[in-house]
């Protein structure tokens, strides 16, 4: 019996990670479709700009 329980709980979790993930998707898609429109109105790349922060972040620079 606890095994069909366990199956259960790992089925059950299993379908809740994939709405979890699907989720994520949607929210992803909607930032880089943010993105591109601020890039497109506003000439700004905020992407390209976030990376190159995010590089000197990891290489222990700080911006002062």
């Known amino acids: 019996m606890k095994k069909g329980k366990d ?10 990670l994939q709405q979890e993930l699907k989720l ?3 929210k992803a898609e ?3 479709y943010m ?3 601020c890039g497109e109105e506003y000439g700004e ?4 700009k976030a990376v ?7 290489k222990g620079d700080t911006a002062e």
């Not at 790349?45 to 390209?48: H, S, T």
């Open 24 to 26: 994520a998707n949607i």
């Open 7 to 16: 199956i259960k709980s790992l089925e059950k979790e299993i379908l809740r």
């Open 30 to 32: 909607g930032c880089e």
């Open 45 to 48: 790349d905020l992407l390209k």
């Open 52 to 58: 190159a922060k995010q590089l000197d972040i990891s």
């Open 35 to 37: 993105l591109r429109i």
